[in-house]
């Protein structure tokens, strides 16, 4: 009786220190999705490959400016073109260029960015002023792709019924216009008419229609151009659109639907009627944008944690937060386990194995790690079937094992390199030691319960993997716990919980029910 009052006390104490920790810390902070909570940051790479045929040779392309929607954390060009950026009007040209460029010349211009999500509200009543600065004249004029003057965009501007009222009003109606046209990923450039006339367009057509129709409206409106901010390699742009209102530039994407918002995947590259990439004629040229995202600590953060401000720690030490992310969530990655073991019943190799590899997957994604877990794992328990013939003694045999698991997995590196597989190239950063145990288990369950026994278990480990995966990499979880690593302590008391649990385990009922069943 005494140990469980003892418990009880312990569960309950680990879940109001918690709660009194994080009620603290809330009020100390003024904005706590600012000054708290970490940020998702995305690293971009703009990589770029051209055959100079040892001639000279240029590229120009544009780089992220920051502003109220976009904050550029760091750049770097890697290559080896000279590499150079410069102010022109709005935007930030970047540019490679060089004398003598021979054929399979690589280079990339990396940066990382902290996004935001931007929503206006846009008066009603504010009626569409007589003038505009001379500054906007350009934005309000007529080219040869944004046909202000046409007959058939005024058309389509009563026909949209945007030809009246006040500001808000009209650019509703040329958005919801715009919008309900058809999409089709047209290439090259597609004026304003030509969208108008086909009633289709992809994302430049729309954008140039929006244009024209919101400058034969009075409104002064801008092209946008960027990327969306996807993880992973693509090489589409996006092209939207900024109207002006009372001195604001608000953004319009009558592609995907935003109206006076932007999202935080979308990244402005360049301002105006450009083109993305420009270059010398007569080369080869290609490009791409490799996008990745990480969660990194405010800034605010940084210097306002207090005493234990683990986040300035890793900073001044030089260890990556994504280390930080790591250690906070591998506890909840336990609990996990220790839910499917004792709640659930599901066999596994090891106590915490499952939640190292479903760490260690955070590089590759679920289904590589699982691959590549498999693909070592089946390799080793070959090996150790070899080395039994030996009749070795057991340190002996699990160094040789440990050699055989770095073997392993350079090769399923060499080879997931070989054909593209660059998420199952990442295989390599799995935890040698725990793959190696996670061989000798499987080997020992095969020889000494059998085939059937070994596989149950093999299947059971990946189950609770997959368990600790999904709860690990949840993105609400992964808040919680970097912004009140506290929340470790409300971890420790359902151990607790689990650590006394007496009940039935869902595998045994499963088991067991046809016999339960008779007896009732």
Same mark, same amino acid.
């Given at each position: 009786?005494?140990?469980?009052?003892?418990?009880?006390?312990?569960?309950?104490?680990?879940?109001?220190?918690?709660?009194?920790?994080?009620?603290?810390?809330?009020?100390?902070?003024?904005?706590?999705?600012?000054?708290?909570?970490?940020?998702?940051?995305?690293?971009?790479?703009?990589?770029?490959?051209?055959?100079?045929?040892?001639?000279?040779?240029?590229?120009?392309?544009?780089?992220?400016?920051?502003?109220?929607?976009?904050?550029?954390?760091?750049?770097?060009?890697?290559?080896?073109?000279?590499?150079?950026?410069?102010?022109?009007?709005?935007?930030?040209?970047?540019?490679?260029?060089?004398?003598?460029?021979?054929?399979?010349?690589?280079?990339?211009?990396?940066?990382?960015?902290?996004?935001?999500?931007?929503?206006?509200?846009?008066?009603?009543?504010?009626?569409?002023?007589?003038?505009?600065?001379?500054?906007?004249?350009?934005?309000?004029?007529?080219?040869?792709?944004?046909?202000?003057?046409?007959?058939?965009?005024?058309?389509?501007?009563?026909?949209?019924?945007?030809?009246?009222?006040?500001?808000?009003? &009209?650019?509703?109606?040329?958005?919801?216009?715009?919008?309900?046209?058809?999409?089709?990923?047209?290439?090259?450039?597609?004026?304003?008419?030509?969208?108008? &006339?086909?009633?289709?367009?992809?994302?430049?057509?729309?954008?140039?229609?929006?244009?024209?129709?919101?400058?034969?409206?009075?409104?002064?409106?801008?092209?946008?151009?960027?990327?969306?901010?996807?993880?992973?390699?693509?090489?589409?742009?996006?092209?939207?659109?900024?109207?002006?209102?009372?001195?604001?530039?608000?953004?319009?994407?009558?592609?995907?639907?935003?109206?006076?918002?932007?999202?935080?995947?979308?990244?402005?590259?360049?301002?105006?009627?450009?083109?993305?990439?420009?270059?010398?004629?007569?080369?080869?040229?290609?490009?791409?944008?490799?996008?990745?995202?990480?969660?990194?600590?405010?800034?605010?953060?940084?210097?306002?944690?207090?005493?234990?401000?683990?986040?300035?720690?890793?900073?001044?030490?030089?260890?990556?937060?994504?280390?930080?992310?790591?250690?906070?969530?591998?506890?909840?990655?336990?609990?996990?386990?220790?839910?499917?073991?004792?709640?659930?019943?599901?066999?596994?190799?090891?106590?915490?194995?499952?939640?190292?590899?479903?760490?260690?997957?955070?590089?590759?994604?679920?289904?590589?790690?699982?691959?590549?877990?498999?693909?070592?794992?089946?390799?080793?328990?070959?090996?150790?079937?070899?080395?039994?013939?030996?009749?070795?003694?057991?340190?002996?045999?699990?160094?040789?094992?440990?050699?055989?698991?770095?073997?392993?997995?350079?090769?399923?590196?060499?080879?997931?390199?070989?054909?593209?597989?660059?998420?199952?190239?990442?295989?390599?950063?799995?935890?040698?030691?725990?793959?190696?145990?996670?061989?000798?288990?499987?080997?020992?369950?095969?020889?000494?319960?059998?085939?059937?026994?070994?596989?149950?278990?093999?299947?059971?480990?990946?189950?609770?993997?997959?368990?600790?995966?999904?709860?690990?990499?949840?993105?609400?979880?992964?808040?919680?716990?970097?912004?009140?690593?506290?929340?470790?302590?409300?971890?420790?008391?359902?151990?607790?919980?689990?650590?006394?649990?007496?009940?039935?385990?869902?595998?045994?009922?499963?088991?067991?029910?046809?016999?339960?069943?008779?007896?009732?």
């Amino acid at each position: 009786m005494r140990r469980d009052t003892l418990v009880r006390a312990c569960i309950a104490a680990l879940l109001v220190l918690p709660a009194m920790l994080a009620g603290a810390k809330m009020a100390r902070f003024d904005s706590l999705a600012e000054d708290l909570l970490p940020r998702r940051q995305y690293d971009v790479a703009v990589q770029v490959g051209l055959d100079g045929h040892g001639e000279a040779a240029r590229v120009r392309t544009f780089a992220p400016r920051s502003d109220w929607h976009q904050q550029v954390v760091s750049e770097e060009s890697i290559g080896p073109l000279p590499f150079s950026t410069s102010d022109v009007g709005l935007n930030r040209e970047a540019v490679w260029s060089g004398g003598q460029v021979p054929d399979g010349v690589q280079a990339e211009y990396r940066f990382s960015v902290l996004t935001s999500d931007v929503v206006y509200a846009l008066p009603e009543g504010l009626p569409v002023p007589a003038a505009y600065p001379a500054a906007l004249a350009s934005d309000l004029a007529a080219t040869e792709v944004v046909q202000v003057d046409s007959p058939e965009i005024a058309a389509a501007l009563t026909l949209a019924g945007a030809d009246s009222g006040d500001i808000a009003s &009209r650019l509703t109606a040329i958005h919801t216009f715009v919008e309900g046209l058809g999409s089709r990923p047209f290439k090259g450039t597609t004026d304003a008419l030509t969208t108008l &006339r086909l009633g289709e367009a992809s994302c430049n057509g729309k954008s140039r229609l929006f244009v024209a129709m919101a400058r034969a409206a009075g409104i002064p409106a801008r092209l946008v151009g960027g990327v969306i901010l996807e993880s992973g390699h693509k090489r589409t742009s996006h092209q939207w659109v900024e109207a002006y209102v009372a001195g604001h530039w608000v953004p319009y994407c009558p592609t995907n639907g935003y109206a006076a918002e932007l999202p935080s995947t979308y990244l402005a590259l360049y301002r105006g009627d450009e083109a993305l990439f420009r270059h010398t004629s007569d080369i080869d040229f290609d490009y791409a944008f490799d996008i990745h995202t990480q969660m990194v600590p405010s800034p605010n953060a940084r210097q306002t944690m207090g005493p234990l401000n683990l986040w300035a720690l890793f900073d001044r030490v030089g260890l990556p937060f994504a280390l930080l992310r790591t250690l906070l969530m591998l506890p909840a990655g336990a609990l996990v386990v220790v839910f499917f073991r004792n709640v659930v019943g599901l066999p596994t190799f090891g106590t915490f194995l499952p939640a190292l590899i479903a760490a260690a997957s955070g590089a590759t994604g679920l289904a590589w790690g699982l691959v590549g877990l498999l693909i070592v794992t089946l390799g080793v328990v070959l090996v150790r079937a070899l080395v039994q013939r030996f009749g070795l003694l057991h340190s002996p045999s699990l160094a040789i094992l440990l050699t055989a698991v770095v073997g392993w997995l350079l090769l399923v590196s060499l080879f997931a390199d070989a054909v593209g597989l660059a998420s199952l190239a990442q295989v390599a950063l799995f935890p040698i030691a725990v793959l190696a145990i996670a061989a000798e288990r499987l080997y020992l369950a095969w020889v000494e319960r059998g085939p059937r026994d070994a596989l149950r278990d093999l299947a059971g480990t990946l189950v609770v993997i997959l368990g600790c995966y999904v709860v690990m990499n949840s993105l609400a979880l992964q808040l919680i716990v970097l912004g009140f690593p506290e929340v470790l302590l409300v971890i420790v008391a359902a151990d607790l919980y689990l650590g006394r649990w007496t009940g039935i385990r869902v595998s045994e009922y499963l088991r067991f029910r046809p016999a339960m069943g008779v007896v009732a």
